[in-house]
């Protein structure tokens, strides 16, 4: 079993949608949960940055972290054309620790 | 702010030859750098955790002698690709973590680097 796993897509929704992005670990000792946004042929782009479990809102993107049960989630209202890209879940436990990062959704938004 | 850039965006080398990439956070003094490398369709995975002045921490499986790592000041990371063969191309991606931040565990990316051993 991959430390962190995530359904790779693609994922297509009509524009408006609420899209509702999730990945599962296994180590439970991730303490840091994060989502980056990549373009093709570019880097990754931080979205959200969470700590441990709840929820933090900024715009139209939602991050919830369910520690208990090793969820995660990210959630983006009103989407739109230019959102279509891979959202990549990433966590790490802190430190000196590299981020281990989930394979990537692939989301199309139709307009 | 918090911008990280690479040089250069893409190379493309003969077999056999070596390959710098330089990485370098341009509005912050970066502790500690990652090496990161994505395959087509995959995820990135960690190749080596940098930190100034001292030496890299490889994962397991890659090969340290291969993949030269030097991280000189707090503003700049190198991965050398030595001896570069066909299965070395991919897609290298740095970051680093800025050390004022207090959500010191986020990790700001570099755009990458594709390199094409020939």
């Known amino acids: 079993q991959k430390e962190v796993e995530q359904d790779p897509g693609p994922l297509s929704v009509p524009e408006g949608a609420i899209v509702s992005l999730n990945c599962t670990y296994s180590n439970s000792a991730f303490q840091y949960f994060m989502w980056y946004r990549q373009y093709s042929r570019k880097g990754p782009e931080l979205l959200m940055y969470?700590?441990?479990?709840g929820n933090k809102e900024d715009g139209r993107f939602t991050a919830q972290v369910d520690k208990s049960s090793k969820y995660i989630s990210l959630f983006i209202r009103d989407s739109q054309p230019s959102d279509s890209a891979t959202y990549l879940c990433a966590m790490t436990g802190g430190g000196a620790d590299g981020l281990t990062f989930g394979k990537g959704t692939h989301l199309i938004i139709q307009p | 702010g918090a911008v990280v850039s690479q040089h250069p965006s893409w190379v493309i080398c003969k077999s056999g030859t070596s390959v710098k990439i330089e990485c370098r956070s341009l509005d912050f003094q970066a502790t500690t750098m990652f090496w990161y490398r994505q395959f087509p369709k995959q995820s990135l995975m960690l190749m080596a955790t940098?930190?100034?002045?001292?030496?890299?921490?490889?994962e397991q499986g890659v090969e340290k002698d291969k993949f030269l790592i030097n991280h000189a000041s707090l503003t700049l990371s190198t991965l050398t690709v030595t001896s570069a063969h066909p299965e070395d191309s991919s897609f290298y991606i740095c970051s680093a973590r800025d050390r004022h931040r207090g959500d010191a565990d986020t990790q700001y990316f570099g755009p990458g680097t594709r390199l094409t051993v020939l």
């Open positions: 940098s930190n100034e002045g001292s030496k890299a921490t490889y």
């Open positions: 969470t700590y441990s479990s």
